[in-house]
């Protein structure tokens, strides 16, 4: 059982809805990613543990004391789900606990060369906020946001909509984050993306 029969309605419309574009593209081994944050998911296990088998966490610990012990429950977790776990910017963590990957932040990017030759079972992905933001080849995917309003970290900048995703998927794979919810996922349909990610939505709708 890949635990997608006892998804909520939510969840069953956004699981199905990256599934879909998963498919499309043949391109991911993740159509969904959920990314944590400390203040908005302090209990992160908890979706995780929702998660129906395929799906994704990306562990955000942004320097907490316990980064360590909630990356390896989701390691934990992730192996007994069938999940892909990818640490955020850690890559000693991701080393440490036996992770999937690593997910940078576009400050970042520059990492992925290096990361890529030193580890190539990894999953790489990185964070761009512009059609234009170079990424590095080495990522095996972007994550570009916001593409609707958001909250969080992205409710100032301006969405940048269903098009501007399209032309980033038409270079490489592309998951959509960003005010990605119910009510908005049905607007990626045919936009080329890869999959979606989110914060608070995926964690409204996975929690029962």
């Known amino acids: 059982m890949d635990g997608s029969g006892t998804l909520s309605n939510e969840a069953r419309i956004l699981w199905d809805a990256a599934r879909g574009l998963a498919r499309e593209t043949a391109s991911v081994s993740a159509p969904l990613l959920f990314f944590t944050d400390p203040a908005r998911t302090p209990e992160p296990w908890r979706t995780a543990e929702r998660l129906p088998t395929g799906a994704g966490v990306v562990y955000r610990h942004f320097g907490a004391r316990d980064a360590e012990a909630v990356a390896r429950r989701l390691k934990a977790i992730s192996l007994d789900r069938g999940l892909v776990l990818l640490i955020g910017l850690d890559a000693g963590l991701a080393e440490v606990v036996g992770a999937d990957g690593v997910h940078l932040p576009q400050r970042a990017l520059g990492q992925a060369e290096a990361l890529r030759a030193r580890r190539p079972d990894w999953l790489l992905t990185g964070a761009v906020h512009a059609v234009e933001t170079p990424a590095p080849e080495a990522l ?11 909250g969080g970290a992205s409710a100032v900048k301006p969405a940048l909509g269903v098009e501007a995703l399209t032309a980033m998927a038409r270079r490489r794979p592309v998951y959509a984050l960003g005010g990605v919810n119910v009510a908005t996922v049905g607007g990626l349909t045919g936009s080329g993306a890869c999959g979606i990610a989110g914060v608070d939505a995926i964690r409204s709708a996975f929690a029962s």
């Open 140 to 150: 095996d995917a972007v994550v570009l946001s916001p593409i609707f309003p958001a």
